[in-house]
C-alpha cells in the first residue's frame, strides 16, 4: 500500500515565525508532489508543485523535495493568522496512475 | 469563468440506497477526478476520466462507478451505500487529465448515509 504521510499536528506556530510542514512517502518511484491549503469548511488549493530535487520557492512559500530520503517539507516564511489551515501534502504513484494525500497537517498560527 | 460546480451540496440517504453525485469542470478542462473526504483525513482518490475514458482508478469496491459525458461533466454514483460511505465528496477537474498538474477542486458534495 503506497502512503503518504504527515504529523496530523496541530502545529502551533507565532505571527511572523516560520512554519515547517513535513511529509514522507512510501513510493521511491513517485516523482510529482504537490501541497494543496484547506479551510475548514472549504475545498483543497493548490500551494506549491515539486517535481525535482532541491528548493522551490514561491512568495512566503519554500516547498523542498529530497527523492533520496522520500520528504517533502513545506515552509512558510513570516506566518500570517490566514496561512491557519491544514496543509495536505500529496504525491503521483510511480505507475502514474493515481494522486496519493496525506491525512493533512493542521497548522495554527496565534497573534 | 466560473470555477468547478457539484450538485447537490449535501445529501442524506439510508443504507442500501443508490446516489448519483454530479460535476462540472471549468469550462476548457477535459479531466475530471472524483476524491472521498472522511472527516480528519486527506481526499482518497476514487477515479479520474479524460475525454470520456477513465484514466485512473483508485481502492473503491465495485459498488463506486463513474462516467463522463461529452460537454466533460461527470457523475459519480454509488450504490448499495453503507454507513462508512458518509464523506465529502470532492470532484476536481484539470485541463490535459495527467496526474501531475494542477487540480482544481469543487465545494463538495456531504453525503450522510443513516
Known amino acids: 500500500q503506497k502512503e503518504v504521510e504527515q504529523n496530523s499536528g496541530p502545529l502551533s506556530v507565532p505571527e511572523g515565525a516560520i512554519a515547517s510542514l513535513n511529509c514522507t512517502y512510501s513510493?521511491?518511484?513517485?516523482?510529482?508532489f504537490f501541497w494543496y491549503r484547506q479551510y475548514s469548511g472549504k475545498s483543497p488549493e493548490l500551494i506549491m508543485s515539486?517535481?525535482?530535487?532541491g528548493d522551490k520557492e514561491d512568495g512566503r512559500f519554500t516547498a523542498q523535495l529530497n527523492k533520496a530520503s522520500q520528504y517533502v517539507s513545506l515552509l512558510i516564511r513570516d506566518s500570517q493568522p490566514s496561512d491557519s489551515a491544514t496543509y495536505l501534502c500529496?504525491?503521483?504513484?510511480?505507475?502514474?496512475?493515481?494522486?496519493?494525500f496525506g491525512s493533512g497537517t493542521r497548522l495554527s498560527i496565534r497573534p | 469563468d466560473a470555477g468547478v460546480t457539484q450538485s447537490p451540496t449535501h445529501l442524506i440517504k439510508t443504507r442500501g440506497q443508490q446516489v448519483t453525485l454530479r460535476c462540472s469542470p471549468i469550462?476548457?478542462?477535459?479531466?475530471v477526478s472524483w476524491y472521498q473526504q472522511v472527516l480528519g483525513q486527506g481526499p482518497q482518490f476514487i477515479f479520474q476520466?479524460?475525454?470520456?475514458?477513465?484514466?485512473g482508478r483508485g481502492n473503491f469496491p465495485d459498488r463506486f462507478s463513474a462516467r463522463q459525458f461529452p460537454n466533460y461533466s461527470s457523475e459519480l454514483n454509488v450504490n448499495a451505500l453503507l454507513l462508512g460511505d458518509s464523506a465529502l465528496y470532492l470532484c476536481?477537474?484539470?485541463?490535459?487529465?495527467?496526474?501531475?498538474?494542477?487540480?482544481?477542486f469543487g465545494s463538495g458534495t456531504q453525503l450522510s448515509v443513516l
Open positions: 476536481a477537474s484539470s485541463k490535459d487529465g495527467t496526474f501531475d498538474e494542477k487540480l482544481f
Open positions: 513510493d521511491r518511484g513517485s516523482q510529482s
Open positions: 515539486i517535481y525535482s530535487n
Open positions: 500529496a504525491g503521483v504513484d510511480s505507475s502514474a496512475s493515481k494522486i496519493i
Open positions: 469550462s476548457g478542462h477535459k479531466s
Open positions: 476520466y479524460y475525454e470520456k475514458e477513465e484514466r
